[in-house]
């Protein structure tokens, strides 16, 4: 959490780092995407310039607007897997890129091409969440907080993360599991 980036859990894959760029504090929802000045936040985060390597992206209403869409479309797939609609809205987000393979000095390149810059980082976050659902789709969770909204990608060893922080939501269930077996001792 910074003065740039408030949000309580950054540093998820990109398509879940968008996700999150929603989070409850307190009774309160916040929204880091109300302004163009928090897009310019979230853009300029690590996960986000370590997806988007090197390409410069405006943080203007039109990419605002790209990425709303898209952040729609994953909460849809993510909390509603079934909802034809989701698929249908995510499918829209990522019609606007593909990748183009070549062959640079190095070997193998894979560059992207949005039809519009604004859409890159909407279309990352819908590829990244592609490349989830290929590598585990079962890791990808909304945190079992009882008002949390925050999702995360569980990378733990055996896979049973709950929580989108031990220190947040998870103390949070482990005192109200306390005090509930010493309220009824």
Known sequence: MTDQDPRPLAGEPLAIDLLNTRWTDGADLRDLLVSTEGLAGWLASDTVARELRGHQVRADRGTLDALLQAREALAAVIDEPGDPAGRLALNAVLGHGRVRFALGADGPVHEVETDRPRWLPAWAAADNYLRLLGDRPDRIRRCAGQDCVLHFYDTSKNGTRRWCSMA??????????????????
Request: positive net charge.
């Open 168 to 185: 947040g939501c998870g103390n949070r269930a482990k005192a109200s599991r306390h005090y509930a077996r010493h309220k009824r001792d």
